[in-house]
């Protein structure tokens, strides 16, 4: 039995993470990869405000918010942010090249259809790029 003298209270605040740490490691989820704590107030509103505490809303999960971010950014033409967003998303295994394609073959109706043609080049670049990286990892023993 251990001695609950020694270990930190779960109501103790100093036990608890920081708004950071809880954003990073949000941040980490989302993408994949880990985030070092970086500089400004740009990268403080984006790690304690947007991960710390919208991504970490409960009422959806993060494919949830995910494809709602992948029409938001497709509607906007910002498909370099959104190829940001599927590679994490085949990444974490939330989505799958049919899923994907459907997205884009769907968002062309609702942003037109060169929005969502142009979706589905990224889609399929990212998608190339996975398929590549779990190549090398199967080579290397991972």
Request: glycine share 10%; net charge negative.
């Amino acid at each position: 039995m251990t001695d609950p003298t020694t270990q930190p209270a779960a109501n103790d605040p100093a036990a608890q993470p920081t708004v950071r740490e809880r954003g990073l490691a949000k941040m980490a989820e989302v993408y994949g990869w880990e985030f070092q704590d970086g500089p400004g107030d740009h990268f403080a509103v984006t790690a304690d405000h947007l991960f710390a505490d919208i991504w970490s809303r409960p009422g959806l999960s993060l494919r949830d918010r995910r494809l709602l971010l992948l029409g938001a950014l497709t509607a906007q033409g910002l498909f370099d942010v959104a190829g940001i967003q599927i590679g994490a998303a085949l990444k974490n295994e939330e989505l799958d090249e049919t899923a994907l394609r459907e997205i884009s073959l769907f968002l062309c109706h609702y942003v037109g259809w060169p929005a969502g043609t142009s979706l589905d080049h990224v889609i399929g670049a990212q998608i190339d790029q996975h398929a590549k990286a779990a190549k090398k990892a199967d080579r290397n023993g991972r």
